[in-house]
Nanobody, 124 residues
Framework: QVQLVESGGGSVQAGGSLRLSCVASGEDLSRHAMGWFRQAPGKEREFVAGAAWHGGGGNYYGDSVKGRFTFSRDTSKNPVLLQMYNQKPNATADYFC????????????????WGEGTQVTVSP
């Protein structure tokens, strides 16, 4: 049984930085696309960042985080990381690690595996 466990969430002031980490266990996910999503209160879950298992096409980012977040992954190791810089108050949300067979499947309705999430709060 696959488990994705996120860590690194917390509170930060606007402009600050946080690094999220995701560790997978239970199955070899080295040939799965991995990524991060977030869900703010009252809003739909949205894609933040991710990459295919082979790295082809590079990293993908949601429009609202481009230039400020960095996704990284080493398929030979755990974990999957999300470095968040210059945080904005609208980044307050639960952040979820996700795995899918392909990068095209890294969409909320098509993700194969979800972590339970880690909370990020950005204060003004």
């Amino acid at each position: 049984q696959v488990q994705l466990v996120e860590s690194g969430g917390g509170s930060v002031q606007a402009g600050g930085s946080l690094r999220l980490s995701c560790v997978a266990s239970g199955e070899d996910l080295s040939r799965h696309a991995m990524g991060w999503f977030r869900q703010a209160p009252g809003k739909e879950r949205e894609f933040v960042a991710g990459a295919a298992w082979h790295g082809g096409g590079g990293n993908y980012y949601g429009d609202s985080v481009k230039g400020r977040f960095t996704f990284s992954r080493d398929t030979s190791k755990n974990p999957v990381l999300l470095q968040m810089y210059n945080q904005k108050p609208n980044a307050t949300a639960d952040y979820f690690c996700a795995a899918s067979l392909t990068i095209a499947d890294l969409r909320p309705a098509r993700v194969d595996y979800w972590g339970e999430g880690t909370q990020v709060t950005v204060s003004p």
